[in-house]
């Protein structure tokens, strides 16, 4: 038996490029191979027929999973501070069809 504690882990310093520019998606398509999970972003707006990819991410299944838990921490700590974020049960209606107008009666 050793008396020596874990390691904690280092700090990882990133470096964020002042010129580093924000990409707005609202679509997301996911597809794997055994040894990688590519995420492809991008925005589909009214009227355009064909969204274009604006980002491609491409991580290893284990980095993909870690990915998934520190998406659901984050959220799980938004939700306590904001409230619960309710999805729509229709979502896939609500982004991809044409709102009806209301009826007339």
């Known amino acids: 038996m050793s008396d020596k504690s874990p390691a ?5 310093e990133i470096e964020i490029p002042a010129n580093l520019e924000a990409i707005y998606t609202n679509f997301a398509l996911i597809i794997h191979s055994p040894a990688e999970v590519v995420l492809d972003f ?6 355009m027929p064909k969204p274009k990819v604006c980002a491609r991410l491409v991580m290893s299944p284990m980095n993909a999973k870690m990915l998934l838990r520190l998406l659901q921490d ?3 700590r ?3 501070q904001y409230g619960q974020i309710v999805l729509p049960t229709n979502l896939a209606d609500m982004l991809f069809r044409p709102p009806r107008p209301p009826s007339e009666g």
């Open 8 to 12: 904690s882990p280092l700090p990882v």
């Open 74 to 76: 984050n959220l799980a």
């Open 42 to 47: 991008a925005r589909i707006m009214p009227g």
């Open 78 to 80: 938004y939700e306590a």
